[in-house]
Each structure stands twice: as C-alpha cells, then as structure tokens.
C-alpha cells in the first residue's frame, strides 16, 4: 500500500479518533483535526508512540478561514492531502417544536458547511494528483429519527452531497462515498441517552436487543469501514453509502 497524507476531522475522540488510528495502522501519515486542539493531540501522540506519523491540528470545521489555515497545515507538516474523512459533528437534539433556530443552524454549520468546507479545501490537492478518497460519515437517523430533526437532515444532506461529489470528481480519480453508523458507543450517543432520560446501559441494551447481530457498534467497526472506502481496492467503489448498523437499519 502507498503512504499517503489522511485528514480525519473529529478525530478527538469516539468514531474519528479510531479512524485516525486506522488509517495509520493502514500506513498512512495521519492529521487529527478537531475543535479541541489538545484532545485531537492525544489521538495523534497515540498514533506516533505506535510508530506512525500524525499530527494535531486545531479547527472550526464551519469556518471558512479556520479550514484552510488548517488544511494549509497538514500540506506544511505532513503534505498534500489524499484521503479526506469528514467527521465532525455534533448535536443538538429536540422535538422540532421544541428546537431553537440556532440549535438547527449549529448542526448543519458542523455537519453539512463543514464537510463542504474541508472537502473544498482538500480535493483541489486530491485534483492535482488526479487521485483522492473522500469519505463522509452519515448516520442511520437519516432514514429519520425522533428529536433528531436537525441532525437526520444534516445526515441525509450528507448522503446526496457525497453522491454529487462522486459524479464531478470521479473524473480526476476521486472517489466519495459515506459510511452510516447505527447505534456506536461513544460520548455522543450518550448525550442521546440523558436526552431520552435513561441510562447509557439502558439506551445500549436497548438497541442490542433491536439489532440483528445482538450488540452495539465499536468505534473500530466504523473505522474499518471507512478504512476500506479509503484504501486503493476502493478505486471503483464511488457514490455508495454504507450502513454499519449490525442489520439493515438501528
């Protein structure tokens, strides 16, 4: 496999700090991106006590400037870009009656403006190469989720754009594609628990008993995925969405 430079936002912790480590498991040079520098830090120091090359670098993924002051970065520390993972995001979750105009504005600045942003940002390198893997993480609440009107639309939005972006930049060896998690175990499906009132056990036995292969994801089952829309195997693989959910939908 060629080393190649990798940009994995969100990658503090949960789904985005297992892709990060992945991909540099993969051989891949590694650039841990989140709004919080000094976790992002963690993920890449972890990577680099492994053997690997990574570095942290901080950004607001919903601003235009912060992007490409951080995308400039990894081009300096690491070089040009040629695997984009988008995963950084966020919730803010309510019953539509309920959910303020700026809860509704965060989620598609993070979700949606961010992946546009970076993916501006990065595939202008992936273009020059004339080879690039882009790789944007959805979610089985697109198919709709009850208190998650914002993030369902940010995920389905995330699914259309992918597929838009396989069909302009195929031609330059680009390939996009989404993976959509089910229930994962990370801080932000916890946060969906205490939203709901219940434990985090109670909200992940739950899900167990509806999934078909009878238990949660792992961050690593995500990340395996995205490890493989990533890799050169991949290459006729484009505008596909993935659903890592342990069954057809959770």
């Not at 105009?101 to 598609?108: E, H, L, P, Q, R």
């Not at 961050?219 to 991949?234: G, N, T």
């Amino acid at each position: 496999m060629t080393s190649r430079t990798a940009i994995v936002t969100g990658a503090a912790r949960g789904i985005g700090a297992a892709t990060a480590k992945r991909l540099a498991r993969d051989g891949h040079a590694v650039a841990a991106l989140d709004l919080l520098e000094d976790q992002a830090r963690a993920t890449a120091e972890q990577i680099v006590a492994d053997g690997g090359r990574a570095t942290a670098v901080g950004v607001d993924v919903s601003d235009e400037d912060s992007v490409a002051a951080a995308v400039e970065r990894v081009v300096s520390e690491l070089g040009a870009p040629a695997i984009l993972v988008n995963n950084a995001g966020i919730l803010r979750d309510n019953l539509i009656f309920k959910m303020s105009a700026d809860d509704w504005d965060a989620v598609m600045g993070v979700h949606l403006r961010g992946a546009f942003l970076m993916t501006r940002a990065a595939q202008a390198h992936m273009v020059a190469a004339r080879y690039g893997r882009i790789v944007n993480l959805s979610s089985t609440s697109a198919l709709g989720n009850r208190g998650q009107v914002n993030y369902a639309a940010a995920k389905a939005g995330m699914q259309g754009f992918t597929k838009t972006l396989a069909i302009e930049l195929g031609r330059f060896g680009i390939t996009a594609n989404a993976v959509a998690p089910g229930t994962i175990r990370t801080a932000m499906t916890e946060a969906t628990a205490e939203r709901m009132g219940i434990t985090f056990d109670q909200l992940l036995e739950g899900a167990a008993q509806r999934i078909p292969v009878g238990r949660v994801g792992q961050p690593e089952d995500v990340a395996a995925a995205v490890a493989f829309f990533a890799s050169e195997d991949a290459g006729f693989v484009s505008g596909q969405v993935l659903y890592v959910a342990g069954g057809p939908r959770d």
